[in-house]
Each structure stands twice: as structure tokens, then as C-alpha cells.
DNA sequence: CTAACTATAATTAGTGT
DNA sequence: CACACTAATTATAGTTA
């Protein structure tokens, strides 16, 4: 995406793949920033990555639940059938 | 952030809002996608807005439970105290 | 391995239709 | 309203330290 067009599929070099994750990690949790504080939204992200043991939850993990808990309230009442 | 620098706070104009709103939301979905392609990544995405009466469930509703529930297994086996 | 730098690609605010 | 355009900002692949 800047000195080379983002080829779309998985990133081969596993080192390249890393740096690349850390970077656009960064970036998409700090779009995800803006468009709350920007627009009037609520929403959450989890991210499961190889590269750490543990789930980012953005943006913590009482938003996460409050939200996921909405959107089961909200399938159900839409008689989806999701479950 | 193109022909005026952003102002990391809630638009005011509700015509402005609704725009900004759209256009961003297609973009963070777009990051979201090129994330788990390039990099090895497994997430989610939930986002509420005054200006859809359902939630945006990214990629879609069963990768979206999963990833919950993987979350919910993860907090209470790390025994963190957040439900 | 990490972090800073920088040239270029990608995003998007404002604009016009 | 929605879509297309484009100037300007922002994100990031590749590079350097």
C-alpha cells in the first residue's frame, strides 16, 4: 500500500506478515476509533491473532459484551435463524 | 481528512454525519477484510448507528458467535472478572 | 527483534451533478 | 437522497538504523 500496490492474499514471508499485521492492526483499531468518536456509533472489534495469546477486544471488554448481547437480542426478536 | 485536516470529535451537522459515516464504515470493513486476508487474523466486527435499525455483523453472524465465545471461554478461564 | 523514516498507495472531506 | 470527482490527508510497504 505505499512504495508497492497490497497484493490480496495471504502475506507468504512470515516475517513481512508480522510487521505487516502489527502495523494494520494499529491502524484499523484507530479507524475504528474515529468512526465512534466521529459519527454517533457503538461497536466492538475482537481480533484473534497468532501473534498474541490473548483476543483484542476493542473497546473493552464491556462494550464487547453489551454489544454482542444486543445483537443475540436482536436475532432473536428477528426470529433469525442463526443459533 | 482530505480537503480539511479531521477534528477527532462528533460532527455536528447531521447531513455531514450521515455521509462521513457511510463512506467510513465501508472503509473500516475494507481494513477489516484486508486484515484477515494478509495477515492470518480471525475477527469480528459489530457496529450499532442511529442510521440502520439492525447491526452491522462483519464478516457475518457465525464468525461472530464463535469469535464470542472464544472471547467469553478466554475471559473466564483467565478468570478475569468482567462478567 | 523494534522503531523511525519516507515514498507511494489508499482513504476521504468537500464539491458538483 | 445517491453517486462521481479530486484535492488533501492518512496509512503503510519497503527501507534504514
Redesign the pocket.
Known amino acids: 500500500?505505499?512504495?508497492?500496490?497490497?497484493i490480496f492474499s495471504l502475506i507468504e514471508n512470515e516475517?513481512?506478515r508480522?510487521?505487516?499485521h502489527k502495523?494494520?492492526h494499529?491502524?484499523?483499531l484507530?479507524?475504528a476509533q474515529?468512526l465512534m468518536t466521529?459519527c454517533e456509533v457503538e461497536m466492538d472489534v475482537i481480533i484473534y491473532s497468532p501473534y498474541s495469546n490473548e483476543p483484542k477486544v476493542f473497546p473493552n471488554h464491556g462494550v464487547a459484551i453489551s454489544t454482542f448481547r444486543k445483537f443475540k437480542e436482536f436475532a432473536t426478536s428477528e426470529n433469525k435463524k442463526i443459533w
Open positions: 500500500m505505499s512504495r508497492k500496490k497490497v516475517t513481512d508480522k510487521v505487516s502495523k494494520r494499529i491502524g484499523l484507530k479507524k474515529e466521529l
